[in-house]
Every structure is written in structure tokens, then in C-alpha cells.
């Protein structure tokens, strides 16, 4: 059976850029890890960039983009589900699956195997949890030690509250992961794409200002002239975000785009974090230079792969 090849790397670094071409190469299909790309309607803030998927005339096969409609929700569960469908069916057809993506939390839960994304919404705690500060939040997580506690990832307040769920439901309803990451890491391999800093930071604020003039703005105002509201906007983060409250009038434009621009940098800056915190926690991942050709990129991973 074919490894899945999972290509990662901080937003702006170039992923799907590679990997429709590593899919080209290898007769592959992409499996979409974005925990935005999924919704219908946002694709310029969540950078789908469709045009990505026609190599040298070929269109590259593509599967979890456009999958539910925006103001939906979508988890780390479905996502667990989703992929594992879509997988048997690219295997099926002996193709080659590239698991490709910034979304961490989606990455690590396929490839570990692990449970702990099946643990039930609890409405009651998360309402109690949120007249807490971070801080105090925090206090509490760790006050709540369970299996699930090293795995954890608190980076933000939304992913604070969810370790602090299913940590207290692992308190009353132990169980442990299917598969352990040393015993399931035969089945992927991980290739991570790295920028210098200043580069990543350049490329950011370029493509900000690029998918801003090429209509991003009127994106959001059209989902919300759709009935999707505000909050759900601004829950989904970063562009939706800063956008809808420019377009609420919150803010300036020019505030709008400063703190837009100090958001993603500060993702990006979070998805590396996690990312070494994958490797801390056994999954190794091949670090490439994304400043290399993509023939030379494409080079490197197939070697890897045919070793």
C-alpha cells in the first residue's frame, strides 16, 4: 500500500504548489488539511487557489475543499472521518494520497489515530469556561491532568477551551488512543516546508495585499449578505475576522489591514510551534527548503518515498 505523503509548512510557504506537482509526478490525488478550505463560498481568505490544481494542462484530482456550506460547523472529528473515506477510495484506485496542509490539529489526528477528537461538545462547561481569563483557564487545564494532556494544544483561547473539555471528560470517560504514533508513522510520511523568517513575513504581506485588491473584501460582504452572521464570520478567524468587523464599523481599513497582516504572522508563527511540537511528540518530519525549484523539491521527495 502506497504511504500517504503529507506535505505541511506555515501559511504562504508554498504547499499546494508543490504538492499538485508532487501529484503530477506520482499519478496522485490531493486530501485537502485545511480546517477552512472546506466551506463553500470562502475561497480567497482561505486561499483555495484552484488555479493550483491544473499542472501542464492536467488537472490534479482534489478532495475535503468545498465540502459543507459557510456557517456550518466542521471539527477535527469530521475531518478524522472524512479522511479516512476519501482515503480507501484514492487507495482503491491505486493512486497516490497527498495529504496536504497548514491545519496541524487535522494532521496529528490522522496520523496518530487517536480518539480523544470524538469527545462530545458540553455546552454547559463551555459556557462557564468562557467568564474565565486565559489565564485562569490555563490554571484550570492543568489542574485537570489526563492522557490527552501531552497531546494537547493550547495555542489559542478556542483550542484552550476544547483541551479543557476533553480533559475533563477523560476524567470521568478514560480510554486511550488506537495506535500509537511510532506504531502507525510507517504509513506517512511527513516533508515540511521552511522559509526564513523575513522571507515567510515578506510573502504574507504580499499575498494579503494581492487577495485584498483581487476581491477578499467583497467575499466576506457577500457571505454576509447571504445570512451567514457576523459572529460565525468572525468565529472562523484571521480575514473573515478583521474583515467583518471592517465591514461593521469597527474599524478602519487601514487598522483593518495592520492588524489582519500582524494576525497571520502570529498564525504562522503557531502553526511552526506545532509543528516541532509533532516532532517533540515522534512524528518525524522531513524539513525541505521552500525556497528550492519545485522540480528540486519534487526531486527530493521522491527519493525519499522510493528508498
Request: with cysteine; net charge neutral; hydrophobic share 40%.
Amino acid at each position: 500500500m502506497k504511504p500517504v505523503i503529507i506535505i505541511l509548512g506555515p501559511t504562504a510557504c508554498g504547499k499546494t504548489h508543490l504538492a499538485t506537482h508532487l501529484a503530477y509526478a506520482l499519478d496522485g490525488e490531493i486530501i485537502s488539511a485545511d480546517s477552512r478550505q472546506v466551506y463553500r463560498g470562502m475561497d480567497i481568505g482561505t486561499g483555495k487557489d484552484l488555479k493550483e490544481y491544473v499542472v501542464n494542462n492536467q488537472s490534479i484530482p482534489y478532495h475535503l475543499i468545498d465540502v459543507v456550506e459557510a456557517g456550518e460547523m466542521y471539527n477535527v472529528h469530521r475531518f478524522q472521518q472524512d479522511f479516512y473515506t476519501v482515503l480507501k477510495d484514492v487507495q482503491a484506485r491505486d493512486r497516490w494520497p497527498i495529504l496536504c496542509g497548514g491545519t496541524g490539529l487535522y494532521i496529528e489526528a490522522v496520523v496518530k489515530k487517536h480518539r480523544f477528537t470524538a469527545v462530545p461538545i458540553d455546552e454547559t462547561l463551555r459556557d462557564q469556561l468562557q467568564q474565565l481569563s486565559n489565564e485562569e483557564l490555563l490554571e484550570k487545564f492543568k489542574a485537570t491532568p489526563s492522557e490527552y494532556t501531552p497531546l494537547a494544544d493550547t495555542s489559542t483561547r478556542k483550542r484552550l477551551l476544547r483541551a479543557i473539555e476533553i480533559a475533563t471528560f477523560l476524567v470521568k470517560h478514560p480510554f486511550q488512543t488506537v495506535q500509537s504514533p511510532k506504531e502507525s508513522v510507517s504509513e506517512f510520511q511527513l516533508f515540511g516546508l521552511s522559509l526564513p523568517v523575513e522571507e515567510r513575513r515578506e510573502r504574507i504581506t504580499r499575498r494579503l495585499h494581492e487577495r485584498l485588491q483581487n476581491g477578499m473584501i467583497e467575499e466576506v460582504q457577500q457571505l454576509l449578505n447571504r445570512g451567514i452572521s457576523a459572529d460565525r464570520l468572525i468565529y472562523y478567524g484571521l480575514e473573515y475576522k478583521f474583515i467583518t468587523q471592517y465591514l461593521l464599523g469597527l474599524s478602519e481599513y487601514g487598522t483593518m489591514v495592520e492588524r489582519l497582516n500582524v494576525g497571520i504572522h502570529q498564525f504562522a508563527k503557531r502553526q511552526m510551534t506545532f509543528f516541532r511540537k509533532m516532532e517533540r511528540d515522534g512524528l518525524p518530519i522531513q524539513w525541505l527548503d521552500a525556497i528550492l525549484p519545485t522540480e528540486e523539491l519534487v526531486s527530493r521527495i521522491k527519493q525519499n518515498v522510493f528508498m
